[in-house]
């Protein structure tokens, strides 16, 4: 039997640039939306087709040199990222036609790009070409042919090892979250982690199990861990450059599969649960990447992973549970988890290395769609200047932020009675979650980043196709450059 999963990481389709077109490769060239100039006729007609230069249209040419027309719309280089990724897909499919049909396939392409097209425009075209045509499928077929390079025919050549970290950090981040939870087990998620991180300079990974969890007093990870088939671990990532000064600790949530608890789901979506380790993915994928383009910035990464299961073993609503550091929360939900191993790796995090800022992403509330939708990420900060340089990352990547209140009101609301915090008290969902989470941060400026909404798609948009979309990695990655 062959495997039944496909690798992880997937394999990113290589990108070259040239100045000058290989024979035999089929082309593709941008085209930019008519303007007045171009009068009522608009576009000229390339091998009989008339572009419409609209951004996301890909016309394909039947005759003559170029066989796919781009469009990039006005021109801004957003527009340029929704063309890339409507192409690699027409790309992709007309491939599949060809070795369908019995043709030769061809595994390269190359795309002509406009002249005034600059280094911002390519980056976003690369991001497009880069993730738009991932897929992740777990099947018994053979593997369908694919592309494997992308030549992009232009003078600029800089930057672009960049966004090839930072298409291959979300692309990765989506393969972890993508992974079936009867594969993706704790465990799971620690060798994998320790296993694309070798090799890579002032890189290392720990893992810790149950064993040293509970020798630690790590009670929240514990509490929902407990319940599981596979136990639980305490995910560590270090990177440390020589002579840099800055730390920073990023924390992302784990939960490899979430039942709810005893507190159960309904059965509709429970499914899409696997993802809820996606903040925890777009960490582990951050850090890889940032050690790769050696940032001088020393980074720790925190994912407690655990899947909160139902069985005799399972916390329960009412408990109490003593945290990492001896605090102790009140369960009023075991379905809210997520803050339960975030509240012990917060403290231990801070406790042990000391940070200058410290960042969470987690998949933490079902509220956080209902407030932002699906497409935008919430920011909890108690520092305005680094919930604006969050912000102000994902703007330079393409992932939209949205800073959210930490009500003052609300703060009450999850002070313990039997024990000093309350877990899930009612009320606004997002902000009491990041309310509770604030109670273990202490001084230290703190982001909170509630990826509910982005971390999956159910629709295909600019680079992002249905299920983990990968969303944090870019701006992590981006975060933490702009402290280099
Ligand atoms: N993983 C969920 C949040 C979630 C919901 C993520 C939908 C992605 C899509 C989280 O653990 C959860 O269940 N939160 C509860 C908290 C409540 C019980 C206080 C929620 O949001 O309903
Ligand atoms: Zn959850
Ligand atoms: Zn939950």
Redesign the pocket.
Known sequence: MRNPLPPVPGKLLELEVSDDLRRGTPLATLIAAPSEEDGDAGLAEIGGVRPTGKAGDVQTVPTGGVRWLAGVGDGEPRQYRKAGAALVRAVTSALEDDVKAGQKAFRAFAVELPEDAGAEHIEELAFGLLLGGYRFTVTADEPKPSLRTVRLITHHTDALERVRELAAAAAFARDLANTPSNIKTPAWLADTAARVSGGIPNLTVTARDEKWLAEQGFGGVLAVGGGRAGPPRLIELEYRPRGATTHLLLVGKG?TF?T?GL?I?PAD?MH??RT?MAGGAAIIAAVRAIAALRLPVKVTGLVPAAE?HVSGSSYRPGDIVRHYGGKTTEVG?T????RMVLADALVYGIKKHKPDAVIDAA?????M?VSLGVRTGGVFATDDALAERVTKAGERVGEAWWRMPLLEDLAESVQGSLGDVRQ?PGGP?GIV?ALFLREFVGDVPWAHLDI?GP??ADKTYADVVPGATGFAARTLVELVASYA
């Open positions: 939960i979430d709810g507190s789901k979506g899409l649960m809820d909160n939900n379905d809210a988890e997520g998949t933490l509330t079902g509220a769609k899930a969902g979650a509910a971390a999956r």
